[in-house]
């Protein structure tokens, strides 16, 4: 290429939260002479993911300084995605792991109402024999397998639009088999019991859903494959000949396409495992979750500084984006129109342009603009979506040939009210809760509440309790502490000395939201707490915070995965390779998941960019 053409390509992302940043580090690590443009809405960049530290203090004179968490608060150690950005972000100094040795590495609990107290969740063979629910697991995936493959397809009952789906959606056509809830896949393989009491909480800890409208293709694809490779039983699939057989089968085929030279359309992760670290290698052998000494913000921050390193990367903050379209004056542009919120900023691209792709000109207007239509758009060859759907389909117009793109509303996205709790160091020996990571609660046997009731409904719509100082206690300071005792079970080896306890209390998703002010909330939640965890009334927090989430996980509907493969054969016909589209919206709402789609958006674009440069030189 020639030296007076830095650059021919504009890639502008759309959304700062955790999937954009991924997007916009691997193009930019990789691609340093294309352009690009992160634009987000709000004044910071993370979206959901957010991490506090605040300053607490008792009646006794103790202080301390606590790390709480609005979002996500934890990533599995298996998570390629995650431990590529570490290593790339050296950020391995600044790890916190949770073993898996440890109390909350393996003690998880269940409350079923209206019984008072926690059920521990069996964790080892001995007692899946001795624990009432470790009895129902135990009675569950022992005669799995000899209940008849019963995967069939009954006539459709799915109505699949783009703006609404049928709560009942029970079977759907789907890429790669039908479709069903994950209640009725649970349901069908392990019994009513199982799916009611170990599915729905299952659910309400990951995506804060209803089970019986949640895509098991979409949200489990993994027991869909389990199911599949043993003919119809999920045990027998995952642990027996099947699996041995399949897993063989896979390696070889991978071993034939790498001794054949065959390309594979991903990239090999750079997790540094070249680089010989025998510590780091052990935790994370040994983890069960990990974490940040700051929280998972600890992430953003580090990616943001990387990307303001880049010279090629542009971020702007407080700006909106009004509507996307395709610019038919210029050959394989984009027009991206803004709305600055809090300043007027004039930029000029110093890259120089030719005739077959446009310059940018990027122009952002203030709040108080009168004329938004005259300000110029900024213009882009490849534009990356991480917006919620319903909203990039209120910022995309519909084509005059082929209409709008499909299935942007369909749908559900849950609300989630996240309440920190820190509590004093305890005046006794007497734990405020178990050792262990926290507890869920199953959907109650007569269903949510109805929508019309929350205003006086009594019940907070309580998801799960996570139990932050025993995981990860590394994360707080405590300070000056004159307290004796430690608030947690004595079994908690990590914990030296009297400290302040944190709890993490999540409601709403499938519960209607509750019109309570923070205090009110509070008041409510503390009772059923105490009440869930064996009566023992609780403190007064010494401080507390309440965030809501709002709309904040999708719901996927069962058939998602077929909607997502008709939105992506629409994106093709109408914007050609030019408009990618990702995020939790599309599939998977983990941080790994999120940083992992990503990571492919910026692969697949910035193959297309090199084969666009190679043709014209």
Request: with cysteine; proline share 7%; hydrophobic share 40%.
């Amino acid at each position: 290429m020639s030296g007076s053409h830095r650059t021919h390509h504009h890639v502008v992302i759309l959304g700062g939260g955790i999937t954009g940043l991924s997007a916009a580090f691997h193009l930019a690590r990789k691609h340093p002479t294309t352009q690009i443009t992160l634009i987000e809405k709000s004044t910071r960049f993370g979206g959901w993911v957010r991490s506090e530290r605040v300053e607490v203090c008792d009646n006794d004179g103790n202080r301390g300084s606590v790390l709480l968490e609005a979002g996500p608060r934890t990533i599995r150690p298996n998570s390629k995605s995650i431990l590529e950005l570490i290593h790339l972000l050296d950020l391995r100094s600044q790890v916190l792991s949770t073993p898996r040795a440890s109390p909350a590495g393996q003690n998880r609990f269940l409350h079923i109402p209206p019984t008072p107290g926690l059920q521990p969740l069996p964790s080892s063979i001995l007692s899946a024999f001795t624990l009432p629910l470790g009895r129902l697991v135990l009675k569950s995936v022992l005669a799995e397998p000899f209940v008849a493959a019963n995967r069939s397809r009954p006539p459709l009952t799915t109505t699949t639009t783009t703006t609404t789906t049928t709560a009942s959606s029970r079977y759907d056509e789907n890429e790669g088999g039908e479709d069903e809830s994950i209640d009725s896949f649970f349901a069908r393989r392990f019994g009513d019991a199982f799916a009611r009491t170990l599915g729905s909480a299952l659910v309400h800890g990951i995506y804060a859903a209803d089970s019986r409208r949640l895509s098991v293709n979409a949200a489990f694809p993994a027991l869909c494959a389990s199911e599949a490779r043993g003919n119809g039983s999920v045990v027998w699939g995952e642990i027996g000949p099947p699996a041995w057989f399949g897993r063989v089968g896979v390696a070889v085929q991978r071993w034939k396409n790498k001794a054949k030279g065959e390309e594979v359309n991903t990239e090999a992760w750079d997790t540094g495992a070249f680089v010989e670290d025998h510590e780091w290698e052990a935790r994370i052998g040994a983890a069960a979750l990990l974490s940040f000494r700051d929280g998972m913000e600890t992430l953003v921050h580090a990616l943001v500084k990387a990307l303001r390193g880049f010279s090629n990367v542009t971020l702007r903050i407080g700006t909106a984006v009004r509507r996307i379209s395709q610019d038919e004056t210029h050959r394989g542009s984009l027009e991206v129109s803004c709305h600055r919120f809090y300043f007027y900023f004039y930029f000029i691209c110093p890259y120089t342009c030719d005739a077959k792709l446009p310059c940018v000109q990027v122009y952002l207007d203030d709040k108080n603009s009168e004329d938004a239509d005259a300000v110029a758009p900024l213009k882009a060859t490849h534009v990356i979506s991480t917006l919620p759907l319903p909203v990039l389909d209120s910022i995309i117009p519909s084509q005059p040939s082929t209409g709008a793109l499909p299935h942007l509303n369909v749908n559900p996205l849950s609300t989630v009210t996240v309440i920190n709790l820190v509590f004093a160091p305890a005046a006794s020996e007497t734990p405020l809760h178990p050792p262990g990571f926290g507890y869920l609660i199953p959907r109650p046997e007569q269903g949510y509440p109805a929508a019309e009731s929350a205003s006086t409904s009594s019940e907070p719509g309580l998801l799960g309790v996570v139990f932050d100082t025993a995981s990860l206690p590394e994360q707080d300071d405590q300070g000056q502490l004159n307290s004796i005792g430690i608030g947690v079970a004595a079994t908690t080896t990590t914990i030296a000395a009297a400290r302040f306890i944190k709890l993490t209390a999540m409601l709403g998703g499938p519960y209607p939201l509750l019109p309570k002010e923070p205090d009110a909330l509070l008041a409510t939640v503390l009772p059923l707490i105490s009440t869930q965890l064996g009566g023992r009334p609780l403190p007064a927090p010494v401080h507390y915070a309440v965030h809501r989430n709002e709309e904040s996980i999708p719901t996927y509907l069962v058939g998602h995965n077929a909607r997502m493969s008709e939105l992506r054969r629409a994106l093709r016909d109408q914007w050609g390779d030019r408009l990618k589209v990702i995020g939790a919206g599309v599939g998977g709402v983990s941080v790994a998941d999120c940083v992992k789609a990503g990571r492919q958006a910026a692969f697949e674009i910035g193959t297309q960019i090199e084969a666009k440069m190679s043709s014209t030189e």
